[in-house]
């Protein structure tokens, strides 16, 4: 339901969403902050990243900082959810 709302929102307000993979290992090498770091702030902004994602410190890498957002479901819900529906 919310991720529609942001694609909703994405083509009426005219920015991308992108999707990436989760991140993987939990501890990332200074080079793939960098890689990742990159990537978000290389293409059509504005950008909203759906994914869940390490924190980096974007600052110390010499670019401007993003805003972070974070969602969280309640856990009896997305308990619920998963019994339910499989989800």
């Known amino acids: 339901m919310l ?13 991308t969403i992108k999707n990436e993979q989760i991140f993987v290992p939990f501890r990332l090498t200074p080079e793939a902050h ?3 770091a990159s990537g978000m702030l290389n293409g059509k902004t504005p950008v909203f ?3 869940h994602m390490y924190f980096i410190d974007f600052n110390s890498l010499n670019y401007p ?5 974070n969602i969280i479901r309640d856990p009896m819900r997305r ?3 998963r019994i339910l529906l499989g989800t």
């Open 3 to 15: 991720r529609n709302l942001f694609r909703e929102r994405a083509q009426a307000r005219r920015f």
């Open 49 to 51: 990243h759906e994914r």
């Open 34 to 36: 960098q890689e990742i």
């Open 79 to 81: 308990v619920a959810s």
């Open 65 to 69: 900082q993003p805003v972070y957002s």
